[in-house]
Structures are given as C-alpha cells and as structure tokens.
C-alpha cells in the first residue's frame, strides 16, 4: 500500500512543497532469515598470482621482476644487489621498499650531506639490513642490525588488531636465527659496518657510535615493538634524516597506532602533524623536520612581531583516516610506474583471451580495472589538485593484496594457529 509522504518530510520539502511522493509502505513484520552460507563469491582468480598486483608484489615473481629490471629501468648495479639479497627479504617490503628508500638515501641524504648512519630494527632473515648495509659502506656510514632473532613478543590485544602473535618469524626447528645471519653476511663485504644487536627493542642499547640516524627501517608489526623503536632512534635521527615504518597499513593496525602516539606528542616542535610518504605497500617515510604544515618562507619586509608568526598552509585536506599524506615518493618512481604499466597490459590481453567463461572474464576484469586504477592514480599529478580521499585511492586498487595477506587467519577460529616461521 502506498500513503502519501508528508510536505514537511526530508531535504527537498521546500522547493517541493505541495507534490505528493508515492513512496512503497515497508512491511517491518515479514522479515528475511539472513543466512550468510555464500562465504566468498567467485569472481576473483582463484589463483591472482600472475596478475596485479601480485605480478608487482609477489614473492613469487621477484625473479622475473628483477630480469626485467633493466628494462623497468633500474641501473644493472641494483638488480645485483637485489639480486644477492632477494632470497632473505620479506615481501613487502621487497623490492619496491627497497629501490624506493634507496632513492630517498641517494638523493636526500647523500647529495644533501645529511649526517648520520643507517639501521633496521626488525631485520628477519636480513636481506634488508645487508643491502642498506652496503649501501652505507659506499658513503662511508654505518649500520645498526637489531632483533630478538626470537621472533615477535607477544602482542597488546588493546592496541594490535587480532592478527600475529607472539613467536610469529622465529626461525623453523628453532636454528640458531643469529648465527644464521652472522654467517650470511661474512661473504656480504659488511664486517668493518655492521654492528648487530640481539635483544628486544625495549632493551637496546644503542652503541655510541651510532650518535645520529640519516636512515632507519622499523619492520616490526607489533604496537610495542614501532613504539620502542621510535623512543630508542627519534632523538638521534638528523633533521632531513628519515625513519621508514613498514606494515603501516597492515590490518593488524598496531604500527599505525604507534606512530599516531608517537607523533602525537614527541614528532615536531611545534607540534605539527606528520607528513607521511607512503611507500607501497604497506610503508610510510617520516622526513624529521619535515611536517604536513608547510610554512611559507618569511619576506623581508615583515615586522619583527609578523616573522614570529609562522604562516603557510596544510600539504593537503587531512586523510578520511586523519593523517596526512603525501604520495610524491611512489609516484617519482619511474620503475615502478613502468612495472603497473606492463601489469595492465598482461591483464588487458588476459581479459581479451578467447574463451573465457563468464567467472574467469569478471576475475581477470577486476584485476585490469584495479592495476588500470592504480596506474592513473600513479599518474596523477603530485602537484595537481589533492584530496582527503586519496589515500583510499591508492588503498582501493591493492584489495586483493589486503585480503589475501589475512589468509593466515582464514578459516582459524581465534587464536588458534601455528606461529609464521622463517624457513632458513
Ligand atoms: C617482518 S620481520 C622483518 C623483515 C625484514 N625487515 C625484511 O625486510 O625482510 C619482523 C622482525 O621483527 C622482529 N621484532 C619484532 N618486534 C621486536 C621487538 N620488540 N624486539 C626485537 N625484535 C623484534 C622479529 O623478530 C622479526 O625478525
């Protein structure tokens, strides 16, 4: 049965006022069992490891990544040296965390003599921490290794979304982690520059040589872990020196936490927010002395009470998460721009393939329109006009990466599952 809306009802009363709407009654007492048997509907490729973004992000493509890599652009000196580390590198971050964080060292630390030496808190198996080691060793720094070489300690259920838990990258048969590591790296030309530190990062003591930080990696999942971390090494990070925290966009949401209570109170002088540079996937680069408030520099003529007014204006409206965001790191990395590229093309001809049922085409057409997404928001203009919704826009395109990364908690009830090992 239909009635008549009331003229007075909702947004439009106004301008509408004597028309009658005809609107359809709801019956609230004929109500639907909800039954939610349909668990994951069908149209994602049961296997995506071959399209975006996996092609991009998976472990299992980093050789053919890395044997294009000239033709992607990187220079034959860092495929070796991607190369050589490959196989003791988590993913993410490798290989884009990597080649990213290394342009940043080159051409904002090196070329801007920006003092201090390098570390990693939260080094796994290592790969990481021996390529950055290297690197520091060309421009005469040193490196900071640190882990429990024990895996992860146990989380704070209040602060860490159910997700890792305590043990989770301790190593398989319980080997000995460290002297796995110290003999990985004998034959890696590092002695004379890596000190390696087994404790857990509440307890470090950071050696004295290592009195200031132009670059340091915090790989740790855990709220605590982020958080200790930044107590121990903020303080010695030189001002244009940075701090890279990966898993920051981890559904676990603990490093997220920490770097939002962080910053909250110790980040910036005056209080500012962060300016966070995002490094997929789940990364973000902290530039110390660099906050999402951009001042304008004084003129000349101002008055001395005027200059100490600071004036100038956010990088851009406030993420819907309420951080702010800037995207310039990823989308001045042509490499990786050239890589998305060539994963809408393989999905564009997948999609184009004879003979696919209707299930096979939708999968393969989420997958060309979420790299074709990515791509035009890679391509975007940094300078161009910004949004608080980019972040879900650069968010939106990796859905397939979220999901499957959960995997180790689909289909275990609570708590209950094997710790992630590290198979040395
Ligand atoms: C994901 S793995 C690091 C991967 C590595 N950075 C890479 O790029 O391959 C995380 C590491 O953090 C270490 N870790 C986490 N929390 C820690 C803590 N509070 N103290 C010491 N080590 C910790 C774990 O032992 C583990 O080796």
Partial sequence: MARPVPSSAGYGAKSSAAKEVQVREVDVERVEVINELYIQPPHRLSKPHQYFPFDIFSGRLHKQLLDRGETLGLTPHLVEELQYVRDHCMTPPFPWGQIIYRSFVLGNIIQQDIPGHFAELGIGQGGTSIFFARLAKMYGRKFLAV?????????????????????DYRPKNEVDQLQCFMDYMKDKDIEDTLTVKKCFFKDLDIPDEFDKFAFVHLDSDLYDSVYDSLEKVWDRVADGGCVAVDDFFHHAQGPARAVADFFRTRGNPNGEPPL?????TYAIVIVKGRSAFIERPPNGSSSSSSAQRRSGSMHGPRALDGNYYSFKMVRSCQPFIRAVEESVRSATAASQAPNLDEVQQQAINRARINAEAFLSFLKYPDNAARSGSDILRYLWPLEDQWDISQ?????????????????I
Avoid: C, W
């Fill in 276 to 280: 966070l540079y995002v490094v997929p």
């Fill in 407 to 423: 995997g180790t908690l689909n289909g275990m009830a609570g708590v209950a599952r094997n710790t992630i090992e590290i198979g």
């Fill in 147 to 167: 882990d429990s070489f024990e895996g992860l300690p146990e989380p704070d259920m209040t602060k860490d979304n159910h997700y890792f838990v305590q043990g």
